[in-house]
C-alpha cells in the first residue's frame, strides 16, 4: 500500500534527496568511502558545504551584508544563542505558540524581555495584531509557522528594529526579505533535511555586538569565521540539504514552491470548510500552508478515533494532532505531493459518505 507522509518533523523529504543521500551513504563522490566515514575536511566534502551555503544566498536572495552557516544542536539551541549575541538590555517576543513560548524563556536569561503580545489564552488559534514594540528593543523575535498549532504569519511585521525569526517549519517555503533580519534559523527537519543540521543566516555588521563573553561555541562569529568548519558538522544532513537545495533550484526555486504550497493548502482547507464532520482549529486569515490542523466538528467528535483508524488503513501517516490540540494534523511542507494532499482529501469524502 501506498504510505503518505503527513509527519510534522522528521517529515517527508524528495525523493531526489532521498536517493542522492542513499547512494552517497554508499559511495561518495566516488571516492570509495561512505559519506558517513569521509573527513568533513576533505575537499570533496567541503566543495558540498560550500556549494549548499553558495544554493542558500541564491534561492533566498541572500544579500552581501548576510552570512549562512550550518549548526548543531537544532533550532532549540538558537532560543539561547540568539540572546546570548544579540540581546544587551532588552528584547521583544510575539508569543505565537510552544516554540515561541521557549524562546522566550531562555532569552529571559540574558535580559529583560517584552512579550508584545500573545494568543495563549486562547490556546494559539490566531496570529496577535495591532501590537506595538518598543523600538528600544534591541530585536523582535517572531516564529513564522506553528507546527503545533497550525498558524502561520503571513504579513511580516513592520518594525524600527531589526528582526530575529524561527523559520524551522517554513523555511523555503515563500520568498524572504533577508535584508529586514539580522538572524534568520530553522531547524532542518522540516523543509531542508534529516534532523541534525541547522541552518542559519546571520547579519554579519550585527556579531560582537554586545559586552558578554560568549563560549566559543555559542559565538555565532566563530562559525562565520569558519564557514562552519569550526567543528565536525552533520555531515549526513549537511549533504541531505544540498540535494534539497539543488532540487528546489530544478523546480522553479521559492517562488514555484510558493505557489504550489498555496494550491495544496487550498486544496485541503476547502475539504475541511465543505465536509460536515470536520473544522479547522485556527482562524481562517492565519491558518498555516505548512501546517493544517483540524478537529471532528462537536456533534461528530465521538468518531474522532475511527476516523484515525480509517486514515491510516487508507495509508495516511503521522495524520494525528498534538496532544495540545487533539483530532488531526496533516503537515503538508515543500516535499509533499498535490496528489498525496487530494488522496487526504478523498479519504475524509469517503469517511464522510459512511456517516
Known sequence: MKKYNFYAGPSILSQYTIKNTADAI????????SLMEVSHRSKEFVAVCDEARNLVKELLDVPSTHDTIFLGGGASMQFC????????????YLDTGTWASKAIKEAKLFGEVNVVASSKEKNYTFIPKNYTVPDDSDYFHITTNNTIYGTQIHNIPKVNIPLAAD????????????????????????????????????????????????????NYMTHV?????????????????????????ENGGIT?????????????YNEIDRNKLFK???????????????VMNDEYK????????????????????HRSVGGFRASIYNAMPLDSVK???RTMHDFERQH
Not at 256 to 268: D, F, G, H, T
Open 26 to 33: 554508499l559511495d561518495f563522490a566516488n571516492t570509495g568511502l
Open 81 to 92: 544563542m540568539v540572546p546570548y549575541n544579540f540581546l544587551k538590555k532588552k528584547a521583544s
Open 167 to 218: 523559520m524551522s517549519s517554513d523555511i523555503f517555503s515563500r520568498p524572504i526579505d533577508v535584508s529586514k533580519y539580522d538572524v534568520i534559523y530553522a531547524g532542518a527537519q522540516k523543509n531542508l533535511a534529516p534532523a541534525g543540521v541547522t541552518i542559519v543566516i546571520v547579519r554579519k555588521d550585527a556579531l560582537n555586538s554586545t559586552d558578554r563573553p560568549i563560549p566559543t561555541m555559542l
Open 225 to 249: 569565521e569558519k564557514e562552519s568548519m569550526f567543528n565536525t558538522p552533520p555531515v549526513v544532513p549537511v549533504f541531505a540539504a544540498l540535494q534539497t537545495l539543488k532540487w528546489y533550484k
Open 256 to 268: 514555484a514552491m510558493q505557489k504550489k504550497n498555496e494550491e495544496k493548502a487550498a486544496v485541503l
Open 280 to 294: 479547522g482549529t485556527a482562524e481562517t486569515e492565519d491558518r498555516s500552508r505548512m501546517n493544517v490542523c483540524f
Open 302 to 321: 465521538e468518531l474522532e478515533a475511527e476516523f484515525t483508524t480509517f486514515a491510516v488503513a487508507a495509508g495516511m501517516v503521522g495524520i494525528k494532532g
Open 343 to 345: 488522496a487526504l482529501v
